[in-house]
């Protein structure tokens, strides 16, 4: 699992980077907040404003971290500002093992017998 973060850049419309965000099911993402003077509230939609979190994030501070369960592309738009938008592309769970199975087998990359 891993975390990301999408920064909000201060700005008319303020903007959200990067964007979109490519992430795997279940790795967390959160937001900060990084316009000194305005709050941002991410979420699926202005009418589902809790969709993702519970609470706009005041200026300077990160919100808290929420996760997707599966394959998905959410857009979102910022409650407070409209013209704010994002993307968060889910994809499938990462590749097991070690390296992601990308090494060669046996000692200094000879096959093994």
């Known amino acids: 699992?891993?975390?990301f973060k999408?920064?909000?850049k201060p700005g008319y419309p303020a903007v959200y980077d990067p964007n979109p965000q490519t992430v795997f099911v279940n790795d967390s993402v959160f937001w900060f907040n990084d316009d000194p003077n305005e709050a941002h509230w991410p979420a699926p939609s202005a009418s589902n404003p809790k969709g993702f979190i519970k609470y706009q994030i005041p200026p300077s501070t990160q919100s808290n971290h929420v996760s997707?369960?599966?394959p998905m592309t959410i857009s979102y738009v910022c409650v407070?500002?409209?013209?704010?938008?994002g993307k968060i592309?889910?994809?499938g769970p990462k590749k097991k093992g070690a390296f992601g199975g990308k090494?060669?087998?046996g000692?200094?990359?000879k096959t093994t017998k």
Not at 80 to 85: D, F, V
């Open 6 to 8: 999408i920064q909000i």
């Open 80 to 85: 407070n500002h409209a013209g704010e938008t």
């Open 89 to 91: 592309i889910v994809k």
């Open 103 to 105: 090494t060669k087998k």
């Open 1 to 3: 699992m891993s975390i």
């Open 68 to 70: 997707f369960p599966a």
């Open 107 to 109: 000692a200094f990359g």
